[in-house]
């Protein structure tokens, strides 16, 4: 699979993601929903997050490294914005739950900073 096709397979995946949870948004009541509603609801903006963000890195990325690079960086891109995008849920889901605080925010960012130090460390070993 090429890079383009790749991108552009992901940006469909995405938009059927953000589609979905404009969808939820319109059609769940949150007062009334259940557990599963929130669970649609955190899933579909999840998607579509990282979909963005796994976009955006790989579009920088790929003006950087050469064709040969191209594979590790693509990698890395979506590693990253699965991570951003959890971040990003969890700082919303703690906000929802009135949790959240800039101590909470500062200690996920530095959970978040270790895993990813973690992964560029392992990949330099091998």
């Given at each position: 699979?090429s890079l ?75 590693r990253q ?46």
């Amino acid at each position: 699979m090429s890079l383009r096709q790749y991108l552009i397979a992901l940006a469909l995946g995405t938009a059927i993601s953000i589609s979905s949870w404009c969808i939820v948004m319109i059609s769940i009541d949150p007062a009334t929903a259940g557990s599963l509603a929130f669970f649609v609801f955190y899933l579909t903006l999840g998607a579509g997050i990282a979909g963005i963000f796994t976009i955006g890195g790989t579009m920088i990325r790929a003006r950087k490294y050469t064709d040969d690079d191209i594979h590790s960086a693509v990698a890395r891109s979506f590693r990253q914005g699965i991570m951003l995008s959890g971040l990003f849920l969890g700082c919303l889901y703690l906000l929802s739950r009135d949790l959240f605080s800039f101590g909470t925010m500062m200690l996920m960012i530095v959970l978040i900073g270790l895993v990813e130090f973690l992964m560029l460390s392992i990949r330099k070993e091998a």
